[in-house]
């Protein structure tokens, strides 16, 4: 049915740019991980979530090398934020979190209104400000952890229960691409790299700061 419906999807989405809420009572298939890959592929003929973790990975260790020759304030943060690389190896959803939460400080992007968190207890928070956001519902426990992940657009949870940082990024890329989105203007650069460096998507040229990152991680 959803493949069936692609052109008069696309159609209302380009032209009319709805609104993301109208979009989940229209479409509310749209709004599960299937669909959602299954959509990205229908709109770009790529498997999103294969192409999204073999190309992190593959650059993984060269970008932990460069988060961690970064110097100053932004290379204090990065630390921090790699610490639990260092004390949980070899567990590739940390790594993949710790590298996705460090590339938008490295790129200098602000994700300090993109990275969100609440308490299991305050998951009926409002979020009618948030224009999107990747949410972490954390448990009550000391030190707490992470209970589950929810995706915010335009103030709306549109899919929550997601188990990992690194899927709910991914699932993301795809909803924008799906629902012909703007890029968060806080995360422009990491949207940009996750598109056209992670998955050789669109017009190749880049900004100075992420061509050079391209160079870094290639040379």
């Known amino acids: ?3 069936q419906t692609l052109s008069l999807r696309r159609k209302e989405i380009v032209e009319e740019q709805p609104p993301v809420k109208r979009m989940m009572e229209r479409w509310p298939a749209l709004f599960t991980e299937s669909q959602v890959f299954a959509e990205f592929h229908r709109v770009a003929s790529k498997n999103l979530k294969k192409d999204f973790y073999e190309a992190l990975d593959r650059h993984t260790t060269r970008l932990i090398d460069l988060f961690k020759s970064k110097k100053g304030v932004v290379g204090q943060s990065l630390d921090r934020l790699l610490q639990p690389i260092d ?3 070899n567990d590739i959803t940390t790594t993949r979190t710790a590298v996705l939460q460090c590339l938008p400080l490295y790129l200098g992007d602000d994700s300090g209104e993109f990275f969100l968190t609440c308490l299991v207890t305050d ?3 409002d979020f009618t400000q948030v224009p999107v956001g990747v949410l972490a519902v954390m448990t009550e426990d000391r030190p707490p952890e ?3 992940i929810a995706i915010i657009l335009e103030g709306n949870i549109v899919m929550d229960d ?3 940082t690194s899927e709910a990024l991914c699932l993301l890329f795809g909803l924008i691409y799906a629902l012909h989105l703007d890029y968060p203007k806080g995360m422009k650069n990491t949207f940009e790299f996750i ?4 998955l050789n998507l669109g ?3 880049l900004s100075p700061k992420l061509q050079t ?3 870094a991680l290639l040379g």
């Open 1 to 3: 049915m959803m493949d």
């Open 87 to 89: 004390t949980q190896t």
């Open 123 to 125: 998951t009926a928070e």
């Open 146 to 148: 992470i209970s589950s």
């Open 162 to 164: 997601i188990p990992t």
């Open 195 to 198: 598109q056209k460096i992670l």
């Open 203 to 205: 017009q190749q040229k």
């Open 213 to 215: 990152l391209k160079n």
